[in-house]
C-alpha cells in the first residue's frame, strides 16, 4: 500500500510540473507580445530540462496555420539598410534610353511579392529525446493505420468466406433433396 501511494505522489508532481511548465510556455508567449511599460518579466530557465524531456507538442501545442493567435514575425526594415543611392556614385548611361522605354512596366523578375511569408516561432530548447518522441509517435500512427488497413481486410475475407460457406452449404441441401426425391421416386422410402 505504502508503495502504491509514493507512486502517485510521484505522479502527481511529474503532472504538477507539466502543468506549471504548459504555464510557464504560455506566459512566454504572452511576454513576447508585451509592448514595454510596467515591470520586467523574469527569465526562467530552470525549466529547460523539463522542456528537453517532454514532447514539445505536450508544452506548445500543435501547429495551425488557420489559427487566429499565431504570432506573425515583422522584420524592421531599417535594420542592415543596403547603401542608398546617395552613397553609390551613378554608373548608368541614361542618355541611351528614350522616354517610351521609361514607361514599359519593370520585367516579372524584379517584381516582388507583397505578401510577407508567415514565420513560426519555436521553443528555444531542443533536445534529441523529444525529436525521438516526435518519431516514434509519427511511427505509432503509421503502425495504427497499417493495423487498421490490415483489420479491415481480414473482415472482408471472412465476409466472403461466410457468404462462400452459405453458398455451399445450400447447393448441399439442394442436392439432398434432389436424392431424397429420387429415393421417393424409386420407392426406396
Request: glycine share 2%; proline share 4%.
Amino acid at each position: 500500500m505504502e508503495q502504491d501511494m509514493s507512486a502517485i505522489k510521484k505522479r502527481a508532481s511529474n503532472f504538477s510540473s507539466l502543468e506549471k511548465e504548459r504555464k510557464n510556455a504560455a506566459e512566454e508567449k504572452k511576454d513576447i507580445l508585451l509592448t514595454g511599460g510596467g515591470p520586467s518579466t523574469s527569465q526562467k530557465t530552470d525549466d529547460d530540462l523539463i522542456r528537453s524531456i517532454v514532447n514539445e507538442k505536450t508544452i506548445d501545442g500543435m501547429v495551425n496555420d488557420f489559427d487566429g493567435d499565431q504570432m506573425e514575425i515583422i522584420e524592421d526594415i531599417n535594420e542592415n539598410a543596403p547603401p542608398t543611392l546617395e552613397d553609390t556614385p551613378s554608373t548608368s548611361q541614361w542618355k541611351n534610353y528614350t522616354p517610351s522605354e521609361m514607361q514599359r512596366p519593370p520585367h516579372k523578375a524584379l517584381s516582388t511579392s507583397r505578401r510577407r511569408p508567415i514565420t513560426v516561432v519555436k521553443a528555444l530548447t531542443s533536445s534529441n529525446i523529444a525529436e525521438r518522441y516526435n518519431q516514434l509517435l509519427d511511427k505509432r500512427l503509421s503502425i495504427a493505420d497499417l493495423t487498421e488497413n490490415e483489420m479491415k481486410q481480414k473482415k472482408e475475407f471472412k465476409e466472403q468466406s461466410r457468404a462462400i460457406k452459405l453458398q455451399l452449404l445450400q447447393i448441399e441441401l439442394e442436392i439432398k433433396q434432389k436424392q431424397l426425391e429420387n429415393l421417393e421416386k424409386n420407392n426406396y422410402l
